[in-house]
């Protein structure tokens, strides 16, 4: 890798030094089109994001595919109940290497104020890698373009060969996940046991 | 309410309708009606008294219960008669309810509230279709079918309708057991903190 030091002096005389990792992430993270669905509330402020007022193209991503083969990112905009679960999944294997997944809000991220429903998954990460998520009940347009700032940085960091390389540049990563079935009391099976690790939240006896 | 009652009494004497009061300061009273003879009495409340809107479908699920009820009886002790008041416990079946809450727009009245009871929960848990008086409860008949495993009779297309068809509970019954798929909860109730310990200490 080239010295960073090196890099900005040479910069300052005119000469500009890249690598083909650092020029092929600077033209994907700006033009990152996501997949047009919306799940509840949160799509309300995900459309907000994209009109007018907040602007989603200003950070190139404003081209909301209704096709999954033609996204780059999945916004999980809102509550995922356990009979969308599988279509989400199921979007998510469709759309084309690299992908990426925001979870957009409370809901998205662990069920959030429907946590004890019988009825809503207690977070997409059970069953698909999610790559950003994003606090909020629902989250402020500006929270959601945070998220893909955030998106972007971690794209443009991403190492696309050697170890420790992105997961779709890693062959031996699963390109689809398993989509899970609509079972007699719940989903079959209920996570993802490769994808999720289950946090146990400490409550220590005051 | 009283008026409609007699006017149903007065024109269906075979059916059995009775009201069912509501104690509390809303006082909305509603009519109890027996499931065979719900069609004929819905028709009439269509069409003679006008109502013709049925806002709303919902079920309730009562569980058996026992009812304690004050019973004051009379009782000669020595020669000298006295009150005695006992408590008497009285096991109360349980049952399934279907509520309707019927408008009239042409009359600009209204809450009509129509109840049904199935006879138990179980196996006896079928009640008339009230779709094809009023199209309306078409959806909300499939709601209360999906959550309370409640039978229409004659409705065009009993599915479930917010669960998957493959689903077998009713999970607005009083005895539906949510799946234990959480590891924590936002606002701790004490069910969900007794299962995370339990299965935190059989995992340890």
Not at chain 1, 71 to 84: E, Q, R
Not at chain 2, 72 to 99: D, H, M, N, Y
Request: aromatic share 8%.
């Amino acid at each position: 890798m080239l010295d960073e030091d090196l890099r900005a002096d040479l910069q300052k005389r005119g000469i500009f030094v890249a690598s083909f990792e650092d020029l092929y992430n600077w033209g994907r993270k700006n033009s990152l089109w996501p997949l047009q669905f919306g799940l509840a509330c949160c799509a309300i402020e995900m459309i907000a994001t994209a009109a007018a007022r907040f602007d989603m193209a200003r950070f190139g991503a404003e081209v909301f595919r209704p096709s999954p083969r033609q996204a780059d990112m999945m916004i999980i905009a809102g509550t995922v109940t356990k009979k969308m679960a599988p279509l989400v999944v199921r979007l998510y294997n469709q759309m084309p290497e690299p992908k990426y997944v925001i979870a957009m809000g409370a809901c998205a991220i662990s069920g959030g104020p429907f946590k004890a429903g019988y009825n809503v998954l207690k977070g997409i990460d059970r069953y698909i890698p999610v790559d950003v998520s994003i606090p909020g009940c629902p989250p402020r347009p500006e929270a959601l373009l945070e998220g893909l700032i955030k998106l972007q940085e971690k794209i443009a960091g991403q190492r696309l060969f050697g170890p420790g390389r992105a997961r779709h540049a890693d062959a031996g990563n699963p390109a689809d996940y398993p989509v899970p079935a609509y079972g007699a009391h719940d989903l079959e099976p209920p996570l993802n046991p490769a994808v999720f690790k289950p946090q146990l939240l400490r409550r220590d006896a005051a | 309410m009283t008026e409609v009652l007699e006017a149903i009494r007065a024109a269906l004497p075979a059916a059995s309708v009775e009201p069912v009061n509501n104690p509390s300061p809303c006082a909305q009273h509603s009519l109890l009606v027996r499931t065979s003879d719900a069609r004929a009495v819905a028709e009439f409340l269509r069409d003679s008294l006008g109502f013709d809107f049925c806002s709303n479908v919902t079920g309730v699920d009562w569980q058996a219960r026992k009812v304690h009820e004050t019973v004051v009886r009379r009782e000669t002790v020595g020669g000298v008669e006295k009150e005695i008041q006992e408590t008497v416990a009285r096991e109360v079946p349980g049952c399934l309810e279907v509520v309707y809450h019927l408008f009239s727009i042409a009359k600009k009245s209204g809450l009509l509230t129509l109840r049904m009871r199935t006879g138990d929960r179980d196996s006896n848990v079928s009640v008339p279709s009230l779709t094809p008086v009023w199209k309306s409860a078409e959806f909300q008949e499939r709601e209360v079918y999906d959550l309370f495993g409640i039978h229409f009779a004659g409705h065009p297309d009993l599915r479930r309708i917010l669960m998957w068809d493959e689903f077998s509970d009713h999970p607005m019954r009083k005895d539906y057991v949510t799946p234990d798929d959480c590891e924590y909860e936002p606002t701790p109730h004490n069910g969900i903190l007794a299962r995370v310990k339990a299965r935190t200490e059989a995992s340890a």
